[in-house]
């Protein structure tokens, strides 16, 4: 409910951050606020040309939103750590799109798409390193990689060496040949070598999170693209005897001869030994290259005409006849905009390539001065902390100053980090993970932490670099408030309070007594072409069950928009179109089963959702309307009472003209 309650609040009341140079309009308990930052708001919220009465009205309305956020300044509820944390937050959440982290990764996808135009095929050995290996065991890997690559420079049989010493799985299959693979299927500092290597010769040891690697690029080539085909597979496995092979073989013939005198392939699919895909017309997913076995996506790749087929092939599976389905080209990178971005999100050496960068470009911006190293911490660690259980036991033990920065709000002044900060660290980021070497641990985490550091630097300045972000945070900013204190001054006032909710219901009882209330949906149109598209689809609202949101979607397009203003359950009073309504309802020009009312003065049609009239009803029936009707009345009377608190003084000569 508190999210919803508050993109509610952000849309109504969308509070832009100080505007320069312009008049002041108003004056609020001392604040003074511009004539450009209501301007701001107002054109954020109001698509039609200004009215007067417009302009009063939505000015009324920002005046008593400044007026309640004021207040929960002054009550100091921006100082709690619920409302520090949640704040914070968002403010991460809206700061990816400016910090340096951001501008890397950009460079990364766009780095991504053009690579993975090209494909690579190359032989390959990995020496095996385990995950927080400590340098000694990281060293004796490296020795026995660089001992096989000069046994390989010297000429000696690949395949035999892959046999004797590779630790990659699929080698006893491969032999170490890896076919044709796209640039994003290969790690990172690999694909490094293999789009700068020009000799043809085996690399050096390349280190990835799975140990070392010796590589050679045997041929490149443009990528495929992608393509769906269906097949027919007989199963002949490399361990079948000769006479399963036979039989398999005289199988796939006798079904391609079938093909070739005239009979259909989708018919001939059910004698199939794939029985995935043979109750599907043999159709297999899209795939590109490095998906199938190599003889498979060659025979795949091969074929350029839908419908066309390919003589049996064999692959390690059996013999398969392959009908082609549909191509697709090398996606745009719109189109792989998503994927690739997910990609680089699993891959940790390109993680690692954009927190170097980072670092870097922040050390040198923020003036990094290491002052001493944390090596030594880790005696004052225990194995507590690969179960998420260590604990600063003496906070005096940690006194060490490790770095400082410069202060991103006075370049002049330098913030001291020492082992306490870099140990609350630790407390609070460890989390449940395999044992390793606690030198190694301390190293890793510690860059972490002068990462996290830097990087909560970098946001803290942001609003000076970036208006538009400066606009946003203090939209959040005061959301986050304007929900917290009327959550706390109405809404669940209205519900906690059952006797000053139980009082009001008395001296009201009477009003009660064939009370109409309307529940409407009010929608704003751009002209007569959005009207006539919505009056159809309103009339059918709730026979096919559609949402306000989805009837927008439906008729909003180009030009043609239909922009939804309100909905809600109305008490008569609360809202000038709704009260329309209740005029029309009350005159008895509301025939049954209507389904909308059009204002076409205002541009404005209403969803007759429900039209609900209360008889003589006890309390707790209609106790939902009333606590509804409770909350109205505390939020006019805390408007009233906030009006008289804080001083509010209009500028009519600016405000006139404006109009």
Known sequence: MKNLSLLIVLFLFIFSAQAQNNKTLLEIGGEKIGVDEFLHIYKKNN???????????????????????????????????????????????????????????????????????????FDHILIKVAKGANAKTRNIAYKKALGIKKRLDKGEDFEKIVAEVSDDKSASRTKGHFWYMAAAKIPFKIQEFAFDDKTGKYSDPILTKFGYHIVKVIDKREALGSVKVKHIMILASQDASKEEQELAKHKID???????????????????????????????????????????????????????????????????????????????????????????????????????????????????????????????????????????????????????????????????????????????????????????????????????????????????????????????????????????????????????????YQSRKKDYAGMVKLDLSIFEYSGKKALNKAKPILTSKKSDNLTDEEIVNKISKGKNTLKLLEAKTYSEGENKYADKVFELEKNGKIIENQKFVLLKNENVIIALNKIEKIGEKSFDQIKGIIIADYQNYLDTKWIKELRKKYKVEVNKDVLDGIK
């Open 47 to 121: 698509s039609s040309d200004f009215e007067k009465k417009d302009v009063n009205e939505y000015l009324e309305l920002y005046i008593n939103f400044k007026l309640k956020v004021l207040e929960a300044q002054n009550l100091k509820m921006d100082t709690g750590n619920v409302f520090k944390d949640e704040y914070a937050g968002y403010k991460y959440q809206l700061a990816k799109n400016y910090i340096s982290e951001n501008e890397i990764v950009k460079k990364q996808m766009e780095r991504a798409y053009e690579r993975n135009k090209t494909e690579f095929k």
């Open 254 to 504: 006798s079904i391609y001869a079938k093909i070739k005198e005239g009979e259909k392939f989708e018919n001939l699919v059910k004698l199939s030994d794939d029985k995935g895909t043979s109750n599907k017309g043999g159709e297999l997913p899209w795939f590109t290259t490095g998906r199938m076995v190599p003889e498979f996506e060659t025979a795949a790749f091969s074929l350029k005409e839908k419908e066309e087929i390919t003589k049996p092939i064999k692959t390690m599976f059996g013999w398969h006849i392959i009908k082609l389905a549909d191509t697709k080209d090398y996606p745009s990178y719109k189109e792989s905009e998503k994927s690739i971005k997910e990609m680089i999100g699993r891959d940790p050496e390109m993680q690692e390539e954009a927190k170097e960068y980072v670092l870097r470009k922040l050390k040198k911006e923020f003036d990094f001065k290491e002052i001493s190293n944390p090596k030594d911490l880790f005696k004052k660690l225990d194995s507590t902390v690969f179960d998420a259980k260590w604990e600063i036991k003496n906070e005096d033990a940690f006194t060490k100053s490790l770095f400082t920065i410069k202060s991103g709000q006075d370049s002049q002044k330098k913030i001291i980090f020492n082992e306490l900060d870099f140990a609350n660290f630790i407390e609070n980021s460890q989390k449940k993970q395999k044992s390793i070497d606690l030198k190694t641990y301390i190293t890793q985490i510690y860059n972490d932490f002068i990462y996290k550091t830097l990087v909560d630097a970098e946001i803290e300045t942001l609003p000076e670099k970036y208006p538009e972000y400066k606009y946003l945070i203090n939209e959040y900013y005061a959301g986050i408030l304007l929900f917290d204190i009327t959550d706390s001054v109405v809404w669940r006032k209205a519900v906690e309070d059952t006797i000053g909710l139980k009082k009001f």
